[in-house]
């Protein structure tokens, strides 16, 4: 089992749509939780760190489940703009920082 | 606004020269990574630091080297660049851990490096 897996996608949603992706991992000691976006041949950007209590920034939602070892991320009202990769990252102490492989998005006008 | 930079966008070089990849943050931040992305796989980390002059490998250190004489400089070296070193090499760079607190990572813009 990898150690953090997310679905590939792509997940084609019209504008103005609710999407949700999850990414699930494997190590019940990992401590913290983050979402960036990658567009492509461009580096990562920090979307949002993701809290036990959960927290929201605009259009966007990130859950943390430690029971079921997962996060979630809700994009509300789609924009084309939101049209990139959205990587999972998953840190299991100090430096180690363990990377999805990403979930492809597409607005579609 | 933390800043990442790094010294190439595009490289093109021959099997068997030595290639140096540099990187700069100007957030004081203690902690700086060097990661390979290739499609399918995901980020690697090949090596970090956590302070000047230190240094620990990742997963895949093979044929890298790196170097941290000063705290916001990072340098990755490949000794001997092979074809299947082709990739996209980025740099990030975070604060160190603090009351336990783990911190986001930062990212340059990253440099796509061709091994012909």
């Known amino acids: 089992r990898k150690e953090v897996e997310q679905d590939p996608g792509p997940f084609n949603v019209p504008e103005g749509a609710t999407v949700a992706f999850n990414c699930t991992y494997s190590?019940?000691?990992?401590?913290?939780f983050f979402w960036y976006r990658q567009d492509c041949r461009k580096e990562p950007k920090l979307l949002m760190s993701?809290?036990?209590s959960g927290n929201e920034d605009g259009r966007f939602t990130a859950q943390l489940n430690r029971a079921s070892q997962y996060i979630s991320l809700l994009i509300r009202d789609s924009k084309l703009s939101d049209s990139a990769t959205y990587l999972c990252v998953v840190n299991e102490g100090t430096y180690k920082y363990i990377f999805g492989t990403g979930t492809r998005l597409k607005v579609l006008a | 606004d933390v800043k990442v930079t790094q010294s190439s966008r595009y490289l093109v070089k021959r099997t068997g020269e030595k290639v140096f990849l540099e990187c700069v943050q100007d957030m004081d931040h203690e902690n700086m990574f060097w990661y390979r992305q290739d499609p399918g796989l995901g980020l690697r980390l090949i090596y970090f630091s956590y302070d000047v002059k230190m240094k620990e490998k990742g997963d895949i250190p093979e044929g890298y080297s790196v170097s941290r004489e000063k705290k916001e400089r990072f340098s990755l070296i490949l000794e001997s660049a092979s074809t299947n070193q082709t990739s996209m090499y980025l740099c990030?760079?975070?604060?160190?851990?603090?009351?336990?607190?783990?911190?986001?990572?930062?990212f340059g813009p990253g440099t796509r490096l061709t091994v012909t």
């Open positions: 990030a760079s975070s604060f160190g851990t603090r009351d336990r607190e783990i911190y986001e990572q930062y």
């Open positions: 993701v809290y036990s």
């Open positions: 190590n019940s000691a990992s401590q913290s």
